[in-house]
C-alpha cells in the first residue's frame, strides 16, 4: 500500500514550474521491513527509473520530461536517501529480489526499465532475473561489466574537484554546480556529508571491489529490446563498456550523447529523452 503524498508542480532542483504533477510517496514492501521513498508522476505506460550511485532522490527535470509520455517511478535505493531497510539485504541477489517485490507492491505487472549507472546495474539484473516483467530496457552509462583494458574509477574515494572532471563534459553548467553545492549552515553541512557517506555505503555493500558480479553469466536472458546511452565524455564508465554491452546483447542499439560526461540525463535530459522516446514507443 501506498502512504499519501502530495501532488506538487514545483521543481525543486531550479528548472521551474514543472510540466507534470508529481507526489514523494512512501511505499511499504515486506510487511513493512521497508520503507521506499519514492518519486512518482505522468500517466502512459509504467517506467521505473533506477538511479545512480549519487543518491538522488528528488524530482528532475529529466523524469519531469519522460512523465509527459509515461507513468514515472522513481525509487531511492535501501540505505540511500528516505528508503531503509538496507540491513536486511546481504547481497546484489537479495536486492534484485527486493526491486521485483516492489513492483509487486505497486501493481505493476510489466514496465519499462530505465538504469542509471549502479541504478543500470539493478536494472539490467531485474531484466535477466524476470525478463517478461521487463518490456524494453535503457541503460544510461552502465555498470555491471568489467575490462580489465579499461577499469571504472573508484568513486568511493573521489575527491569532489576529480569528480567533477570524470562526471561532467561541462563542471560549469548549473547541473554540475548544483550537484557539488554544500549548504553554507554547518550543521546542514555535516548533515549532508553524511548522508553522502551512508549513500556511498549502501552502493559498496553491493558492487565493490569491482562492481561485476557475475552479470555476464545471466546477460544471455536480457532478450528484451535494449538500449544503450552513453555520455561521450564519461570519466568514469567510459565508451568501451557501451560497446561491451552492445556485444552482449544481439536485441540491442547502442546511442552516443555528445557533450556529456556519466550523467547525461542530468546534463542534457533533453537530448537523452529524444533519444529514448521512439525506442520506448517501438
Request: aromatic residues 10%.
Amino acid at each position: 500500500m501506498v502512504a499519501p503524498g502530495c501532488w506538487r508542480t514545483g521543481n525543486p532542483h531550479g528548472g521551474g514550474l514543472s510540466m507534470v504533477e508529481y507526489r514523494h510517496v512512501t511505499v511499504p514492501v515486506r510487511g513493512g521491513k521497508f520503507q521506499v521513498q519514492m518519486v512518482e508522476g505522468g500517466t502512459g505506460d509504467n517506467l521505473i527509473f533506477l538511479h545512480g550511485e549519487d543518491g538522488a532522490t528528488e524530482w528532475t527535470p529529466f523524469l519531469d520530461l519522460l512523465a509527459q509520455h509515461f507513468h514515472v517511478y522513481a525509487p531511492a535505493h535501501p540505505g540511500q536517501g528516505g528508503s531503509n531497510g538496507l540491513q536486511y539485504l546481504d547481497d546484489l541477489w537479495d536486492l534484485v529480489i527486493f526491486y521485483e517485490e516492489l513492483m509487486q507492491e505497486l501493481g505493476i505487472d510489466q514496465v519499462h526499465a530505465v538504469g542509471h549507472s549502479y541504478g543500470g546495474l539493478l536494472a539490467a539484473e531485474l531484466a535477466s532475473h524476470r525478463p517478461e516483467k521487463v518490456s524494453r530496457l535503457v541503460l544510461i552509462n552502465s555498470l555491471g561489466l568489467w575490462l580489465d583494458d579499461a577499469p571504472i574509477a573508484d568513486f568511493f574515494i573521489l575527491t569532489a574537484e576529480e569528480r567533477a572532471k570524470m562526471f561532467w563534459f561541462d563542471a560549469g553548467c548549473e547541473a554540475a554546480k548544483a550537484a557539488f553545492a554544500k549548504p553554507s549552515d554547518p550543521e546542514e553541512k555535516m548533515e549532508s556529508d553524511l548522508s553522502r557517506t551512508e549513500t556511498l555505503a549502501a552502493v559498496g555493500k553491493f558492487i565493490w571491489p569491482i562492481p561485476d558480479k557475475g552479470l555476464t553469466k545471466r546477460i544471455h536472458r536480457i532478450t528484451m529490446p535494449t538500449l544503450l546511452l552513453w555520455g561521450d565524455s564519461d570519466g568514469m564508465v567510459p565508451m568501451n563498456y557501451g560497446q561491451a554491452f552492445k556485444d552482449l546483447l544481439p536485441n540491442s542499439s547502442l546511442k552516443v550523447i555528445e557533450k556529456a560526461g556519466h550523467l547525461p540525463q542530468d546534463e542534457r535530459p533533453s537530448a537523452v529523452v529524444d533519444a529514448m522516446l521512439p525506442f520506448l514507443r517501438g
